[in-house]
């Protein structure tokens, strides 16, 4: 299948999915509706229902993309919207933010919720890396590649529609070189005016989630010095969270 053909057929695959999984979600509301329903930052009410459904919108999209790269995109996808959704949950309410403060907290022998999240999704990146690359430096560093990408989509997503709107950005890039970033870019989009709208949000679940398919479309496109480049770059942001987290705030421009 051309490669175009094959980015338009996996884009539509994970915007259906995503679509059919969030009307699911908003009419069944698994566990009581206090699980799903949140106050987002100008108070209104909004669900957590478009997190798990881009997360599986992803997933599915991975399906139909490059084959080589689809167990590494589920591991990745899943992992990372799973951890992104137990804190979503049990760290509801925490008023503790970025890895300093969690690793802080589990220095004093508490587990947080952010804690478990941040190894979740980077083991998540490891174990995508050594599926994707061959050699031991590259598996690392494609590791580093895929949980940074994932938590940096997280650090930009303090407004509404800011998370899709970079996996948007990112991904556009990614498909220059195959057809995996379109599985990220249509979950986003199916679910961006619904969170620009502010009727809902992607949670630490969707926005990690995007972020980690976005990561290993970054990694099955580039080499050694692509990886080191991009590693590097990530790093950085990530290490400046609460800088980025500012700048998506103003508007991302």
């Known amino acids: 299948m051309p490669e175009p ?26 566990g009581g509706a206090h699980l799903w329903d949140r106050k987002n930052h100008a108070g209104r009410g909004v669900d957590l229902c478009a997190g798990p459904a881009v997360t599986l919108g992803t997933a ?18 899943l992992a990372a919207g799973a951890c992104g959704a137990y804190d979503d949950v049990a760290g509801a309410g925490d008023p503790r933010r970025g890895f300093r403060a969690h690793l802080g907290a589990l220095r004093h022998g508490e587990v947080t919720s952010g804690a478990v999240k941040l190894f979740g999704v980077s083991a998540a990146g490891l174990v995508a890396g050594a599926l994707l690359k061959e050699r031991w430096a590259d598996k690392a ?4 590649v895929v949980a940074s990408t994932a938590h940096l989509v997280n650090l930009v997503d303090v407004r509404p529609g800011r998370a899709a709107q970079a996996a948007l950005a990112l991904g556009s890039a990614g498909l220059l070189r195959g057809s995996l970033a379109a599985a990220p870019m249509g979950a986003a989009a199916a679910v961006l005016p619904d969170d620009l709208a ?17 990561g290993v479309a970054i990694v099955a496109g580039n080499g050694r010095p692509g990886l080191v480049a991009h590693a590097a770059g990530l790093v950085a942001a990530v290490a400046c969270g609460k800088q980025v987290s500012a700048w998506a705030e103003k508007g991302m421009g």
């Open 198 to 214: 502010e009727r809902g949000m992607l949670g630490d679940a969707g926005a990690h989630a995007l972020g980690a398919a976005l």
């Open 60 to 77: 599915a999209g991975a399906l139909v993309a490059d084959p080589g790269t689809r167990s590494a995109t589920l591991i990745a996808t």
């Open 141 to 144: 560093l494609a590791g580093v």
């Open 5 to 30: 053909a094959r980015a338009l057929r996996v884009a539509a695959v994970a915007a259906g999915v995503t679509l059919a999984a969030r009307t699911a979600l908003r009419r069944t509301k698994p």
